[in-house]
């Protein structure tokens, strides 16, 4: 049989197409994350630039740096002008450094980070092993506490996911009546000068590992709320700050398994009155059909810490496990869900 004689129909050439397509994905992320990483864009932000002006400043020859740059362009990242030289436009303008609709600690996490471990898949699904450890040699936190330059850019991963994808809750979720809201595992706080600037009489407390709140004071002063923020560094699988009466999880608990997360929810109890709510905001996966952003999110949490993302009744079961009953639940027009829940008395 000769393999290259045979015939196809319309439909069986488009699946092809359609399959080869997905197959070579991974190369053009990758093509995006070493032009971030050069710096690309950001010796563009002036005006166009040949690729030999482009090489030059690189330090890259110019026959290494031009295949680059034309794939790049066939998809539409950069754009080539009819005088053969490459300028920004809509799509790479989110590569550029220190802009507030940035998506460079994105690119560069998912290509220092997820690019890698995505390598490791097969053995991740066939073996209890974590991706991660195996790859890194190291636990997700460890690595980043002795990583700070990787460490940096999954903090403004965080950042960048947190205005794509966060905003949704203001428009679902009531803030009206909290007097001081604890985020827990907050980040830099940019979730909570959000909620902050949407809510002018409420008050804060950010809390997260003191690595990691060390980077929140230009965040909250920047966006002007750095006076109703106390930060405080800590651990939450030791204790949680008490004063607050609504304390905020979001995106926290995807990153532990059941045991952790249940410590976590019981240190937040710990704190609480009666009175108080907690509020988490996670991707909850729901039963039947799942969307290929959650899909791929859900196995790359396989990757990074062992485990998927979780069912609605996986986090209710959670919470009841520490001492909580949930009080609502509530879609948003994002990718997350929101639960709410109040402490069970022990009496």
Known sequence: MN???QKTNRAESQ??????????????SQAIYVATQLGIADQLQNGSQSSDELAQKLGIPRQRLEPLLRLLVSVGIFSETQDNTFQLNALSQHLLAGTTHSLRGTVLSMGAILYPLWGHLLEGIQIEEIA???TFNSSLYTYLQHNPETATHFNEWMQETTREWLFPILETYDFSGVNTLVDVGGGTGSLIAIILNANPHMQAILFDREDVVQGAPPVLTEAGVAQRCQIIGGDFFQSIPSGGDLYLLSRVLLNWEDPQAIEILKNCRQA??????LVIVDFMLSSGHTSPFLGMGSLSLLLLGGHCMRKEDEFESLLSSAGFQVTHRIKTSGPVSIMEAQPVSYS
Do not use: C, H, N, V
């Not at 609480?272 to 709510?277: A, F």
């Open 132 to 134: 991660f450890t195996k």
């Open 272 to 277: 609480m009155t009666l009175k108080d709510r």
């Open 15 to 28: 699946s092809a197409a359609t399959l080869l397509e997905m197959m070579y994905g991974f190369q053009i």
């Open 3 to 5: 393999f290259y004689s």
